[in-house]
C-alpha cells in the first residue's frame, strides 16, 4: 500500500482537486483506493457519496492522528493506494500524515509562487528530516496553471524551486472548466460529457499524463522500511506541526 499526501496549509491551493484527479486515475486503471478525507468539511466524502460511492473505492473521513495510524494500519492489505486529503489550515495532523507517506504532493498555484502554505509544508519537511532523520519523498504540484502560460515562465518557476532542491512535477494541473464540473454533476472526469465540457479530451490527457507521474514516483503497494515505519511513529511529530 501507498501513501499520497496531499497537502498546503493554504485554502483553495487545489489540493482536493488534485486528490480527486489522481483517484479518479488510479480508479480508472484498475487500483483500489482508499481515500481518507481530512478536511472536516468533507467535501470529498461528500463527492463520493453523492455519486453513491464507487467500485474500488473506500473514503473515510473526521480523521485523527489517532485514527490515521490505525486506519494505515487497517488498510495495509486491502488497498494498493491510500490518497490523504488535508484541510487548508494549520493542523495538528500535518506531521502525522507526512511522516506516514510514501510522497507528499505539494500543490501551489502557478501564479502565486509566495504560496506560505506550500512553504509550510515543505519546512515541516526539512524538520523532519533534520531532527528526526525521516525523509519523505515530496513533490511540489503546479496547480490551476493557465492553459496560456508559456513553456518559458514554467521553466523559470520550477528552476527557482530547483534552486533550492524542491522537486516540482513536470506535468501542471492546468486551469479547465472539466476539473470543477465533475464536482458540480458529480461524477469521474472521464464521466464527464464531451458534448457538455468544453476540452474534456484535454483535461483527461493532463489528468493521466500527472497521475502517471506520481504513480512512477511512488508505485503501488510500496512499502516503508520497517525500520523507518517505527521512526516514523513518534509521538513528538504532532508537536512540530
Ligand atoms: N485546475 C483547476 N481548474 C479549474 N478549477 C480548479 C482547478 N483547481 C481547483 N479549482 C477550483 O478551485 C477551488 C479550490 O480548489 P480545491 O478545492 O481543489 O482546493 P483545496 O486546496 O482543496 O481547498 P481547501 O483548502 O479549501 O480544501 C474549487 O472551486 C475548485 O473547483
Ligand atoms: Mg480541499
Same mark, same amino acid.
Given at each position: &500500500?501507498t501513501?499520497?499526501?496531499?497537502?498546503?496549509?493554504? @485554502?483553495?491551493?487545489?489540493?482536493?482537486t488534485?486528490?480527486?484527479? =489522481?483517484? $479518479?486515475?488510479?480508479?480508472? /486503471?484498475?487500483y483500489? +483506493?482508499?481515500?481518507?478525507?481530512? *478536511?472536516? !468539511? %468533507?467535501?470529498?466524502?461528500?463527492?463520493?457519496?453523492?455519486? @453513491?460511492?464507487?467500485?474500488?473505492?473506500?473514503v473515510?473521513?473526521?480523521?485523527?492522528?489517532?485514527?490515521?495510524?490505525?486506519?494505515?494500519?487497517?488498510? /495495509?492489505?486491502?488497498?494498493?493506494?491510500?490518497?490523504?486529503?488535508?484541510?487548508?489550515?494549520?493542523?495538528?495532523?500535518?506531521?502525522?500524515a +507526512?511522516? =506516514?507517506?510514501?510522497?507528499?504532493?505539494?500543490?501551489?498555484?502557478?501564479?502565486?509562487?509566495?504560496?506560505?502554505?506550500?512553504?509550510? +509544508?515543505?519546512?515541516?519537511? /526539512? #524538520?523532519?528530516?533534520?531532527?528526526?532523520?525521516?525523509?519523505?519523498?515530496? $513533490?511540489?504540484?503546479?496547480?490551476?496553471?493557465?492553459?496560456?502560460?508559456?513553456?518559458?515562465? &514554467?521553466?523559470?518557476?520550477?528552476?527557482l524551486?530547483?534552486?533550492? $532542491?524542491?522537486?516540482?512535477?513536470?506535468?501542471?494541473? +492546468?486551469?479547465?472548466?472539466? #476539473?470543477?464540473?465533475?464536482?458540480?454533476?458529480?461524477?469521474?472526469?472521464? /464521466?464527464?460529457?464531451?458534448?457538455?465540457? $468544453?476540452?474534456? *479530451?484535454?483535461?483527461?490527457?493532463?489528468?493521466?499524463r #500527472?497521475?502517471?507521474?506520481? &504513480?512512477?514516483?511512488?508505485?503501488?503497494?510500496?512499502?516503508?522500511?520497517?525500520?523507518?515505519? !517505527?521512526? %516514523? %511513529? &513518534?509521538p513528538?511529530?504532532?508537536?512540530?506541526a
Amino acid at each position: &500500500m501507498t501513501v499520497i499526501t496531499f497537502a498546503n496549509t493554504k @485554502g483553495g491551493a487545489g489540493k482536493t482537486t488534485a486528490a480527486v484527479l =489522481f483517484t $479518479s486515475e488510479l480508479l480508472h /486503471r484498475g487500483y483500489r +483506493v482508499c481515500i481518507l478525507d481530512a *478536511d472536516p !468539511q %468533507r467535501w470529498l466524502a461528500r463527492w463520493v457519496e453523492q455519486m @453513491g460511492g464507487l467500485p474500488g473505492l473506500s473514503v473515510d473521513s473526521y480523521i485523527t492522528a489517532a485514527t490515521l495510524q490505525r486506519t494505515v494500519a487497517e488498510k /495495509r492489505k486491502m488497498f494498493e493506494y491510500v490518497v490523504v486529503d488535508m484541510p487548508g489550515i494549520q493542523s495538528s495532523l500535518l506531521a502525522s500524515a +507526512v511522516g =506516514f507517506s510514501n510522497h507528499v504532493i505539494v500543490p501551489i498555484q502557478g501564479s502565486q509562487m509566495d504560496a506560505q502554505g506550500g512553504a509550510q +509544508v515543505l519546512d515541516l519537511i /526539512r #524538520y523532519l528530516d533534520r531532527s528526526a532523520g525521516i525523509s519523505v519523498p515530496h $513533490s511540489v504540484l503546479l496547480s490551476r496553471v493557465n492553459p496560456c502560460v508559456t513553456t518559458r515562465s &514554467m521553466q523559470v518557476v520550477k528552476k527557482l524551486l530547483a534552486d533550492q $532542491s524542491i522537486r516540482v512535477l513536470n506535468t501542471p494541473i +492546468v486551469e479547465r472548466s472539466a #476539473y470543477r464540473e465533475m464536482f458540480d454533476f458529480h461524477c469521474l472526469l472521464r /464521466r464527464l460529457d464531451p458534448q457538455k465540457v $468544453s476540452n474534456l *479530451d484535454k483535461a483527461i490527457e493532463n489528468a493521466s499524463r #500527472y497521475a502517471e507521474e506520481i &504513480m512512477a514516483l511512488a508505485p503501488a503497494s510500496q512499502r516503508l522500511e520497517p525500520a523507518l515505519m !517505527q521512526s %516514523r %511513529r &513518534m509521538p513528538g511529530l504532532e508537536i512540530a506541526a
